[in-house]
């Protein structure tokens, strides 16, 4: 049973809330804050593991459908330290579909995490209205920094390679929700 399966047959009436995030930036980003990144993990460690990882993502598609692949992220273990064998959960069209085979879309809130930092007033007036909330007044000037640790670019190779890795993904992602901002690889 899928995660939205089990959602709605606990509370068929939620309102869901999805923010996704550039599927490259995301993936390096938590490469840097896993473990095994933050101690040991360099953009050369980084490239080289993401090449492993999509070569043995590949080698699954090549047995197994998309779908299979991105929902048994265990095929990569032994490459991963830990977090390369997340490299699927970008590929959020295939996770978008089971949400939306389960929940109608106007109970779905999907944004991009750029909009709720660009204009995160705007954004959560809308996210209470989508709730059903009052209006509540949100002081923006006292914003925290949030996941403030720096880290070195990764290569530019390894962000093409990603790039072209997610890019159908994120097309099909732009169909299925008919938004054009989703369009992280383009």
């Avoid at 923010?19 to 995301?26: A, E, G, M, N, S």
């Avoid at 295939?94 to 660009?118: G, S």
């Avoid at 530019?156 to 369009?183: A, C, G, M, W």
């Amino acid at each position: 049973m899928t995660i939205p399966k089990l959602l709605y047959s606990a509370t068929p009436n939620a309102k869901i809330i999805i923010i996704l995030r550039d599927p490259v930036d995301r993936y390096y980003s938590g490469y840097n804050y896993s473990p095994y990144g933050r101690t040991k993990g360099s953009p050369t460690d980084f490239h080289n593991q993401t090449v492993e990882a999509i070569d043995c993502f590949k080698r699954c598609l090549l047995i197994h459908s998309p779908y299979y692949c991105v929902h048994h992220l265990e095929f990569c273990k032994s490459h991963s330290h830990g977090y390369l064998d997340k490299l699927p959960l970008g590929m959020y069209s295939i996770f978008m579909k089971d949400w939306l085979d389960v929940f109608p879309r106007n109970q779905l809130y999907i944004l991009t995490l750029t909009e709720l930092r660009n204009q995160p007033v705007r954004t959560l007036r809308d996210i209470f209205q989508f709730l059903e909330l009052s209006p509540y007044e949100i002081n923006t000037s006292e914003k925290r920094p949030v996941n403030s640790r720096k880290y070195p670019d990764m290569l530019q190779e390894t962000k093409i390679l990603l790039q072209e890795l997610y890019r159908p993904y994120d097309q099909e992602l732009v169909h299925i929700l008919n938004d054009t901002k989703f369009s992280f690889s383009s």
